[in-house]
């Protein structure tokens, strides 16, 4: 039997190993994949009015935190409140006792996939405590906060007093250099912080004003009011900017192993970066080769 019948064939099947060798190498590594890092979604706040007041009644034979927050909301979740009073119950001979009014008192917080924004409104607004019914602590036309936080972007923070503002009974102005301290004898006193503003890389917060009261009428200490107030306050944290497309792995043939001895420089031996394929296909070649000798001895005998 004439054994080129089978040679032929055999040759193209080394040759066809061979090339898959060849191509079995680059074709691995081109299946490496691409990471996406988790995005962290923003988050907003905004509140008109936050208390932290102890009001002490009969000289402090009574004591009564005065803890209220009106109109506050949370996002991640886009809310909104506009409620116009907030009561303490109890306080005033047991009956409820109103700490503030106003004709717009609005706190909204939203959240999107690339902002996040706290805002507050409050206009014509009074603030009372315990022990002075009928007069106010602050009063204020006007005053707005906004909190703004996009991703990728400086976050930014405003806050502004608009119109005159009274503190227990006088008219003020009020210094964005520093607090104003307003007294009125035998009543207290009053200090205020005109439009705080705070920023970080990812974050921001804002108050339209902030008040550190104590209140003692007369030196009666029928009711002795010590605390802070916060008007018009909004905070917000940016969402994490989307994260860009990692690049593939370099070729697993150009990473060498920890401690591993340096192979010598590819081109001072003459070789490439294809060299390892090749080898691998010279070896199916003799492989395959070898199986057809064996192949062609056996119809020989």
Known sequence: MNTNSFRLPARRLAATAAATALAA?????????????????????????????????????????????????????????????????????????????????????????????????????????????????????????????????????????????????????????????????????????LSTTRTTTRTAAASALELKVSINPLKLNVAEVEGTLTLAGATCEAPSAPAAPAKPDDPVADVKPQGAPAEANLAETGGSSTTPYIAAGAAALLATGAGVVVLARRRRG
């Open 25 to 193: 190498g680059p074709a691995a590594l081109a299946g490496a994949g691409t990471a996406h890092a988790t995005t962290h979604h923003g988050r907003a706040s905004a509140v008109v009015l936050r208390t932290g007041l102890d009001v002490s009644l009969l000289n402090k034979t009574v004591d009564v935190p005065l803890a209220v927050s009106l109109n506050e909301v949370q996002a991640p979740q886009s809310a909104q409140k506009t409620a116009l009073t907030a009561q303490l119950d109890g306080v005033d001979g047991g009956r409820p006792f109103s700490v503030l009014r106003a004709d717009v008192a609005t706190a909204r917080a939203t959240v999107s996939a690339d902002k996040a924004e706290g805002s507050t409104t409050l206009a014509h607004a009074a603030v009372h405590v315990p022990g002075l019914p009928l007069l106010s602590v602050i009063e204020v036309e006007q005053v707005t906060s906004k909190a703004t936080c996009e991703a990728g972007k400086k976050p930014v923070a405003t806050a502004n007093l608009l119109g005159s503002v009274t503190v227990l009974g006088k008219k003020v102005t009020l210094s964005a250099g520093g607090p104003t301290k307003v007294e009125v004898p035998g009543v207290g006193e009053v200090r205020l912080d």
